[in-house]
């Protein structure tokens, strides 16, 4: 699995999870580009299993990475509803990079946020 296969499988995912909205505001993000230009990341991203150092887990605690709606409320998208066919693969590809690159899964998760974004927001609008 290259870098590549899995920021296109994140943002598969991640663009999978709209349309949503805040329960506060009730703010309606369509998409995954809509969100990102409006809300604000609000600390690191965090992987909870690799964290755990648990890379093929039977009942995922999940990656999530959280932002600041407008209105103050805090939001989250996470890796839940993905299978563990998608999921093991690329945690068995975070835990292989992690090693290689010298870094936590924290960073490299951050890192991989930050390609996503970049990316969808370079995309033009809906």
């Given amino acids: 699995m290259t870098e590549a296969e899995v ?5 598969q995912h991640l663009e999978g999870l709209f349309p949503k909205a805040c329960p506060n505001c ?3 993000f369509c998409t995954l580009r809509e969100y990102l230009l409006t809300t604000t990341h609000v600390g690191p991203a965090m992987p909870y299993d690799a964290e755990r150092d648990d ?3 039977l009942r995922p605690l999940g990656t999530m990475t959280y932002a600041n709606c407008p209105c103050g409320n805090t939001r989250v998208l996470s890796s839940h509803g993905m299978s563990l066919a998608q999921l093991w693969p690329l945690l068995n590809w975070a835990r292989l990079e992690t090693k290689k690159r010298g870094v936590s899964a924290q960073e490299l998760l951050n890192y991989l946020r930050d390609a996503i974004c970049k990316q969808v927001l370079a995309s033009p609008g809906d």
């Fill in 55 to 57: 890379w093929k887990p």
């Fill in 7 to 11: 920021v296109r499988i994140m943002r």
């Fill in 26 to 28: 009730h703010r309606s």
